[in-house]
DNA sequence: GAAAATAACAAAAACGATTACGGAATTTTA
DNA sequence: TAAAATTCCGTAATCGTTTTTGTTATTTTC
């Protein structure tokens, strides 16, 4: 194992000091340009990088992410969504030489090591937490937290902590407008759960839309399905028993409108014939399924972006408190007009 | 933004040197019980968490493991059981002590700055590496690599690279073996492609179970198709035209057999009535087709923590070579036994 | 009971960078 | 042309640990 290269190799090469050598790299203005090129151009043929870990201690300037994703996320059928987003801020991180380490919680570990305490012996400059719970102790401690940090997907009143997510709100209106243009009256909605923020957003959605086109909301059209495709199809199950004259389903993700889809057809029901879906997300599976699913688009690569310029910027110490993205609906196959029921 | 506990307060508060302290912390023989006992007390009571980086910079041990994976995985329709195993070697890492930073690189990259050269400046004590391609310029410097590695899915010889799997021959074996066994005689594959070093190992597996039960090997009945949906639609299109016969697909990937169910229903075909098919992966998706794929499951837990446990096992001079999976196979409803056409 | 060994700690030198400070050469100013 | 400013670079302190070496008591050995 070749031992490696330090900035003291370089500087001896170069006869100069090794503040020279770190002036050369660092872009410092007090360097004859001559001599940058010559420094630069010795440590390219040495083939020699600065130790990170050095430059971290000694500049007091970590340039390290957190990213803390949510153990539930992980087990059983995870948000492929999740993962797009977190690739996407890597490398976003990464153009703005960031390196990101990989952390995760549950709600027991979140008991026993604060946030705070993560930061300090990780040294990170700041941090993205995903999946984060309304009843999560972290949830608590960022009310007032000090340090830089990023939210996907729910909001926190606090000028360190800034907030990225699609407009879910807007998402869901979207998604119950198009079912209403169709023709739908009577439209059901397949909620997550209710720890997640996003639930409420887009519940107002749905609700808002309902409103706007002076159609009654009635609260038993309302599931709570916990974001997995058995819950939904659970919640099909009652449907059919209770409202069987409901035309149509909003499932506030694309995989609860994968169970929907699955358990109404092993009722004998047809989507889109008898039954209209719209999910949420636009995850991959959207477009494998049969029939393709018409939903409400999240845009992970934006996304991911977004947090991570977002995080940046408040470690720079500016305030910038919340990046909305634009969801956009994407129409496929589930969906289809109603206009026979629509006026019996 | 309070300033962070050093080792110094810690001494101070206890009143002692720092050097007595770092002992207490490392269970160094050289210490008092009482002493320790006392510094880690007040420690517990500062609540002070040694600086992981200084502490990098001065053993000269890092605990620092890379995770880089592959561009291709990103993009697109990405692959669940990457993340999956990257999350569980990610936990297994972080019970044995170690951080891991994430990573991505594609054939670009790879071109620009070696292996080696990440290594050093990231100070890695080690890196997980997926998706690698035969193709790509780090295979070729892996093979006389000389760092502790460790690689998914594909095979180096090389005692500093660890290398773990499922064993993809077997799994195909039994994919086909199950198809056999009841009753098909004419059966298709539908393989990835072929800088895939897998691919090889599958394709072993599906002839393998053909000579073992004296079937012929025809080889116009194996397409690749890249690991798409897409690609394995545009190849069952292709076997329509010139196998009607045929009443079988082995896909590779259960996305590929999503996509081949998909092309037959849209040509009316029925799964499994009229053709059967079986994927490769058990992703989650597997359970939500329809019909319910039979697939050859790999265990992604099983992976990641084979993975993190060798790497670290490298780490600290123990060569072991290789780890394999075994795979199983999940019989659903994607397969059907064909005795009608068996012998006509 | 003097020499040797040990136990328990402190002092100081690393680790590989950044950065505050200072100083010589050169250029600008008056 | 002397003083001041600027340019360019070296010296040395620093970051928060670990680790080597040194030191003082105490214990063991013969």
Same mark, same amino acid.
């Given at each position: 194992?070749?031992?490696?290269?330090?900035?003291?190799?370089?500087?001896?090469?170069?006869?100069?000091?090794?503040?020279?050598?770190?002036?050369?790299?660092?872009?410092?203005?007090?360097?004859?340009?001559?001599?940058?090129?010559?420094?630069?151009?010795?440590?390219?043929?040495?083939?020699?990088?600065?130790?990170?870990?050095?430059?971290?201690?000694?500049?007091?300037?970590?340039?390290?992410?957190?990213?803390?994703?949510?153990?539930?996320?992980?087990?059983?059928?995870?948000?492929?969504?999740?993962?797009?987003?977190?690739?996407?801020?890597?490398?976003?991180?990464?153009?703005?030489?960031?390196?990101?380490?990989?952390?995760?919680?549950?709600?027991?570990?979140?008991?026993?090591?604060?946030?705070?305490?993560?930061?300090?012996?990780?040294?990170?400059?700041?941090?993205?937490?995903?999946?984060?719970?309304?009843?999560?102790?972290?949830?608590?401690?960022?009310?007032?937290?000090?340090?830089?940090?990023?939210?996907?997907?729910?909001?926190?009143?606090?000028?360190?902590?800034?907030?990225?997510?699609? &407009?879910? *709100?807007?998402?869901?209106?979207? =998604?119950?407008?198009?079912?209403?243009?169709?023709? +739908? !009256?009577? @439209?059901?909605? /397949?909620?997550?759960?209710?720890?997640?923020?996003?639930?409420?957003?887009?519940?107002?959605?749905?609700?808002?839309?309902?409103?706007?086109?002076?159609?009654?909301?009635?609260?038993?059209?309302?599931?709570?399905? &916990?974001? *997995?495709?058995?819950?939904?199809? =659970?919640?099909?199950?009652?449907?059919?028993?209770? +409202? !069987?004259? @409901?035309?149509? /389903?909003?499932?506030?993700?694309?995989?609860?409108?994968?169970?929907?889809?699955?358990?109404?057809?092993?009722?004998?029901?047809?989507?889109?014939?008898?039954?209209?879906?719209?999910?949420?997300?636009?995850?991959?599976?959207?477009?494998?399924?049969?029939?393709?699913?018409?939903?409400?688009?999240?845009?992970?690569?934006?996304?991911?972006?977004?947090?991570?310029?977002?995080?940046?910027?408040?470690?720079?110490?500016?305030?910038?408190?919340?990046?909305?993205?634009?969801?956009?609906?994407?129409?496929?196959?589930?969906?289809?007009?109603?206009?026979?029921?629509?006026?019996?």
């Amino acid at each position: 194992m070749e031992k490696n290269l330090t900035i003291k190799d370089v500087a001896k090469k170069a006869g100069v000091s090794v503040s020279t050598v770190s002036r050369a790299f660092n872009n410092y203005s007090d360097i004859n340009p001559e001599t940058r090129e010559n420094i630069l151009k010795i440590a390219q043929e040495l083939n020699y990088k600065p130790n990170i870990v050095a430059k971290s201690l000694s500049s007091n300037r970590n340039f390290r992410l957190g990213m803390i994703v949510e153990d539930y996320n992980i087990t059983g059928m995870l948000n492929p969504l999740v993962f797009q987003i977190m690739m996407s801020f890597k490398s976003t991180a990464d153009k703005l030489g960031y390196e990101v380490v990989l952390l995760s919680t549950n709600t027991d570990t979140q008991k026993s090591v604060k946030l705070s305490t993560i930061y300090s012996q990780k040294q990170f400059d700041g941090a993205f937490i995903m999946g984060l719970k309304l009843s999560d102790d972290y949830y608590r401690e960022l009310i007032e937290f000090n340090h830089p940090c990023v939210l996907y997907d729910i909001y926190i009143n606090n000028p360190n902590v800034g907030c990225v997510g699609v &407009d879910n *709100t807007k998402g869901s209106f979207l =998604a119950v407008e198009h079912l209403i243009n169709l023709g +739908h !009256k009577k @439209i059901a909605m /397949i909620n997550g759960h209710k720890d997640a923020f996003v639930s409420y957003e887009r519940l107002d959605g749905y609700m808002l839309a309902l409103n706007r086109y002076a159609l009654p909301v009635d609260k038993s059209l309302i599931y709570y399905a &916990d974001f *997995t495709d058995q819950g939904a199809a =659970a919640a099909v199950e009652e449907l059919l028993i209770r +409202h !069987k004259d @409901i035309t149509a /389903i909003f499932c506030a993700s694309d995989l609860m409108a994968i169970g929907a889809i699955n358990a109404l057809n092993n009722r004998g029901y047809s989507v889109p014939d008898d039954i209209s879906i719209v999910g949420f997300d636009d995850l991959y599976l959207a477009q494998l399924s049969n029939p393709k699913l018409t939903t409400i688009k999240q845009d992970a690569q934006a996304i991911g972006e977004s947090v991570a310029n977002l995080l940046i910027n408040l470690i720079s110490e500016q305030r910038i408190g919340r990046v909305v993205i634009q969801p956009e609906i994407v129409i496929r196959e589930s969906t289809k007009a109603q206009y026979l029921k629509a006026n019996p």
